[in-house]
């Protein structure tokens, strides 16, 4: 896999866009996870991002070995840049799942300022029964900004058996979980996802009051109906991506699985710090046309951005948009990747760059994949 860490292509042509006195700039297009790298690894998916206090960028994804389905075998790998990510690390591996009949789902990454810890979550056997016969939410712990993982810990054991997280049948993001910065619930930790096999049909969140030590079910959003079977056209939200916002209340940009209403991003809102969620908050924003994938979501600064497969039937078209008011409306947008493309993730990377994380096809195979990185400069 060595290639994967030296094989990078600066754009010939710089992509600058200009709206309102604001250029986002395309600096920098490189390749991190490599699919069929050396043969040993099928295709990689499922980028999740964040930035530390120290400015390290850390990255991860599933290493996915033999072939790109969610339920196979799977191990975690993981790469940072403290350079602004001009250069990363050699692909570290973090965790695996070895022998088990699912794979592991890595669902989300969190940056808790207040420890100086870098959290990643992620699921074991989410879409069929392994041989423990439950599933498992994990939450694995670097103190080091991911030079070294404590051992895993499956957060619905934390209180005993009987807690109202163990065999739940959920799976974290994809994307981030965010330390709430303001009040309500100010420090609190956040993860956000969606129910899985069928028990009912949810965006969910777990929350913790104590740095992650324990954890309990927070806001909610479930389908409608609750209970399948999910037809074309039903509401149902799954994968989700949040953000706080300046007034303290936190935004949830959610994946509209059976495009309810059109083919675009479910925007909902929590004003009780990650509680519940305030039902006469959600709309449908016709703007983010949506295939039905994962999108990433990041405030930055005054601007929030906001990526994904910008195409309403195929996952292509990775595209960034902007927007000056905190995702009401979008003031102007830029092309990533034109071509085959799915998954995308956000991180600031500094105070005047951003970086893009997407799941690309490899050329002349649409189903094996790679993880790329664009670094965008705002000014």
Same mark, same amino acid.
């Given at each position: 896999m060595g290639s994967m860490s030296t094989f990078f292509s600066i754009l010939s042509a710089l992509l600058i866009t200009a709206c309102n006195g604001l250029n986002v700039e395309v600096v920098l297009d490189q390749v991190l996870f490599e699919g069929g790298d050396e043969g040993e690894v099928y295709a990689y998916r499922i980028p999740v991002a964040t930035l530390t206090d120290e400015g390290k960028v850390v990255v991860y994804a599933e290493g996915r070995k033999y072939s790109r389905s969610d339920s196979n075998s799977k191990f975690v790998a993981g790469r940072s840049s #403290?350079?602004?990510?001009?250069? +990363?690390?050699?692909?570290?591996?973090?965790? !695996?799942?070895? $022998?088990?009949?699912?794979?592991?789902?890595l669902g989300a990454v969190l940056y808790n300022s207040e420890q100086s810890e870098v959290l990643l979550f992620y699921t074991e056997c989410a879409h069929r029964t392994c041989a423990s016969g439950v599933t498992s939410n994990f939450m694995i712990k670097s103190v080091d900004g991911g030079l070294s993982w404590e051992e895993p810990v499956d957060i619905g054991k934390i209180d005993g058996i009987n807690s109202n997280l163990y065999n739940y049948s959920w799976a974290a993001g994809p994307g981030y979980g965010i330390q709430k910065k303001l009040q309500p619930n100010k420090g609190r930790l956040i993860v956000c996802g969606h129910t899985i096999k069928?028990? @009912? @049909?949810?965006?969910?969140?777990?929350?913790?009051?104590?740095?992650?030590?324990?954890? $309990?079910?927070?806001?909610?959003?479930?389908?409608?109906? $609750?209970?399948?079977?999910?037809? !074309?056209?039903?509401? +149902?939200?799954?994968?989700?991506?949040?953000?706080?916002? $300046?007034?303290?209340?936190?935004?949830?940009?959610?994946?509209?699985e059976r495009k309810y209403f059109c083919a675009c991003r479910i925007i909902m809102?929590?004003?009780?710090?990650?509680?519940?969620?305030?039902?006469?908050? #959600?709309?449908?924003?016709?703007?983010?046309?949506?295939?039905?994938?994962?999108?990433?979501?990041?405030?930055?600064?005054?601007?929030?951005?906001?990526?994904?497969?910008?195409?309403?039937?195929?996952?292509?078209?990775?595209?960034?948009?902007?927007?000056?008011?905190e995702g009401q409306s979008w003031d102007g947008a830029v092309n990533i990747y034109p071509g085959p493309a799915a998954y995308s993730t956000l991180t600031s990377v500094d105070e005047n760059h951003i970086g893009v994380f997407y799941e690309r096809s490899m050329k002349g195979n649409s189903d094996a994949g790679s993880i790329w990185f664009t670094l965008v400069k705002i000014h």
């Open positions: #403290v350079n602004g990510g001009y250069s +990363w690390s050699v692909t570290e591996f973090v965790t !695996s799942n070895y $022998k088990s009949n699912d794979g592991i789902n069928h028990i @009912y @049909y949810a965006m969910e969140c777990i929350i913790s009051d104590d740095q992650g030590k324990t954890w $309990k079910l927070g806001a909610s959003q479930v389908a409608l109906p $609750k209970y399948g079977p999910m037809y !074309s056209r039903a509401f +149902w939200p799954t994968e989700v991506q949040i953000s706080e916002l $300046k007034n303290g209340s936190i935004l949830f940009n959610v994946r509209n809102l929590s004003n009780d710090g990650g509680d519940t969620i305030d039902f006469n908050s #959600v709309r449908f924003d016709t703007t983010l046309i949506d295939p039905t994938d994962a999108g990433g979501i990041l405030q930055h600064g005054d601007l929030m951005f906001f990526s994904n497969a910008a195409n309403a039937g195929a996952r292509e078209n990775i595209t960034l948009r902007w927007s000056a008011n």
